[in-house]
């Protein structure tokens, strides 16, 4: 009875592409934020671009996450660790969106043009000018961004924790190769 | 079904296992902050040392801090559209912010004609692309990278005693970077003009303009006064003269300026700006630059404005030149840290940039 279902193959390959994708911006950013070397504007430009690619994946996740629902947590894990497990995966839903979002509206209040992917699109403000709101919102992303990455941290110790101390499926579940093992094939029947 | 305890005896490696990732990534992240490395030039540190000489008045920009607001348009003639597609190169009129400034982080610094002049500016084409710069009246920029911007900025912060700098100090910063000898003799011996009105600015850093077929050129901008230039004559005791005369000047009658757009020889240093170009460069005639009202920062349109040199329109791009993108980034932390502190009131205030006919109907 080890064997717990795995999520979907869009949901393990949304999983990990926007893993990768949230890590090199955290590290990005915490890295731009305070450089003053040759390659500012390069990664500014690229924190830009990634940043509206994760929203825009955070939102077909979340549809995902409503359409299809994750498979269950082991039944013998304890209902306060079920809670703080699900409560952790509501607020990363939540930063992945509102962070974009925070990043987007602080360069709208601080006046930026907010070019993408080189100049080829220019996205509009969906703030007023106003450079008050602008340093408190740049404010804001910081701390949030210090938050989804102790969110992220603990996600991390959590799921390896799974695989290799409780060794319960949790972590096999969200992994891409998962789709070999007949059991979880099986489970795609419903 | 046995219920298994929620932490099952494990190896001391399989442990290992599971602290090991986050705990990697944790000294990544503190690393790529400068957290490992408290030396590491950062924003914060350039911004320490532009504070080191200047203190820190809340509220205003961290360099360039005395400064007024100006308005009027560019207008482009189509000279310079062959070598890049910017719109704001084609014929016709765009709406022009801009700011001039003394260099330093001291808003109350009294003017004097030796004073680093700046001109900022914010084009806004009506497709939407913008272009903003922040220009000079030095013939080449004092330093060559961000780490001698800081270390010149350290080696002449005033002594605590005397209020001055330390002239030992700023010798061995001399003594030690002889490559920019030449520079520091260009910036002292330049010629110096009566004012803001009959200056030219220069971008001292260059930039590659994009033409339509891709191809790029490596240039640098300076604005060149149509006003007749005089030279700078003394003004003891007149702390804001200046700026009084800029703003008669603009009550008096618009001040235009003509965009020269220089190219690089083959023998120039694009990514140095200490470095001056040769003198028979091609140079363009791109526009016309008219201001033509000016207003004090205190209500002014360019008070909520960096003037980041890296905002740049299609058809333009940064060069190399590590002092363009150091610039770009200190000035985004400088402008987070001053919107969101109170500001005093500037030294050039309302009252000062009144026009005169308005003054008189107030009186009225």
Not at chain 1, 13 to 35: K, Q
Not at chain 1, 119 to 145: F, G, K, N
Not at chain 2, 61 to 87: D, L, P, Y
Request: charged share 15%; aromatic share 8%; net charge positive.
């Amino acid at each position: 009875m080890k064997n717990v279902k795995s999520f979907t193959m869009p949901s393990r390959v949304l999983h990990w592409v926007m893993a990768v994708m949230i890590l090199a911006m955290i590290f990005i950013g915490v890295f731009m934020a305070s450089t003053v070397g040759s390659d500012y504007y390069r990664l500014v430009a690229l924190h830009r671009s990634v940043g509206i690619a994760i929203l825009v994946l955070a939102m077909l996740r979340l549809g995902n996450r409503l359409h299809t629902p994750p498979p269950p947590l082991p039944e013998d894990l304890p209902p306060v660790i079920k809670v703080g497990a699900h409560a952790s995966h509501i607020l990363l839903y939540v930063l992945m969106i509102v962070l974009p979002l925070v990043g987007w509206g602080m360069l709208s209040a601080g006046g930026y043009p907010i070019p993408l992917w080189g100049q080829s699109v220019r996205l509009p403000p969906i703030l007023p000018y106003d450079p008050m709101l602008w340093a408190e919102l740049r404010s804001a992303h910081t701390l949030l961004a210090f938050l989804l990455f102790g969110l992220v941290l603990a996600h991390i110790t959590a799921a390896l924790f799974h695989g290799l101390i409780r060794r319960d499926g949790v972590l096999r579940s969200m992994l891409l190769r998962a789709s070999l093992d007949p059991i979880s094939q099986e489970s795609h029947g419903d | 079904m046995a219920t298994k305890p929620l932490v099952p005896s494990a190896s001391a490696v399989r442990w290992l296992g599971v602290i090991a990732a986050p705990t990697a990534l944790a000294l990544g992240f503190l690393w790529a902050g400068g957290g490992l490395t408290p030396h590491r030039l950062t924003q914060t540190s350039l911004l320490d040392a532009l504070r080191a000489v200047d203190g820190t008045p809340p509220g205003f920009r961290r360099n360039h801090a005395k400064g007024v607001c100006v308005t009027g348009w560019f207008e482009g003639n189509g000279n310079a559209a062959g070598i890049s597609t910017a719109s704001v190169l084609q014929p016709g009129r765009v709406p022009v912010v801009g700011r001039f400034a003394l260099a330093g982080g001291m808003p109350f610094q009294a003017d004097a004609p030796a004073k680093v002049r700046s001109m900022a500016l914010r084009l806004m084409s009506p497709d939407g692309q913008e272009w903003r710069m922040g220009i000079n009246d030095i013939p080449v920029f004092p330093v060559r990278t961000p780490q001698e911007f800081q270390d010149l900025q350290l080696a002449s912060r005033p002594d605590p005693a005397s209020g001055k700098p330390d002239p030992a100090r700023v010798k061995a910063f001399r003594a030690a970077h002889p490559w920019l000898r030449a520079a520091g003799a260009q910036i002292t011996h330049r010629p110096l003009s009566s004012g803001f009105s009959d200056d030219t600015y220069r971008s001292l850093n260059s930039f590659l303009f994009v033409a339509k077929d891709g191809a790029k050129a490596a240039v640098r901008l300076s604005m060149v006064p149509l006003q007749p230039v005089t030279p700078a004559d003394a003004h003891a005791g007149d702390h804001d003269y200046l700026f009084r005369q800029l703003i008669d000047d603009l009550h008096a009658h618009p001040l235009q300026w003509r965009l020269m757009v220089t190219l690089a020889g083959s023998g120039d240093a694009i990514d140095n700006p200490s470095k001056e170009w040769s003198r028979d460069n091609r140079q363009i005639d791109a526009g016309t630059l008219t201001l033509k009202d000016i207003e004090s920062e205190e209500n002014g349109p360019c008070t909520g404005i960096t003037f980041d040199p890296l905002v740049l329109p299609r058809g333009m791009m940064p060069s190399g030149d590590p002092i363009l993108q150091a610039r770009s980034a200190a000035y985004m932390r400088s402008f987070y840290l001053r919107s969101g502190e109170r500001p005093t009131a500037p030294a050039v205030s309302p009252e000062m940039t009144v026009p005169p006919a308005n003054a008189k109907d107030n009186k009225s």
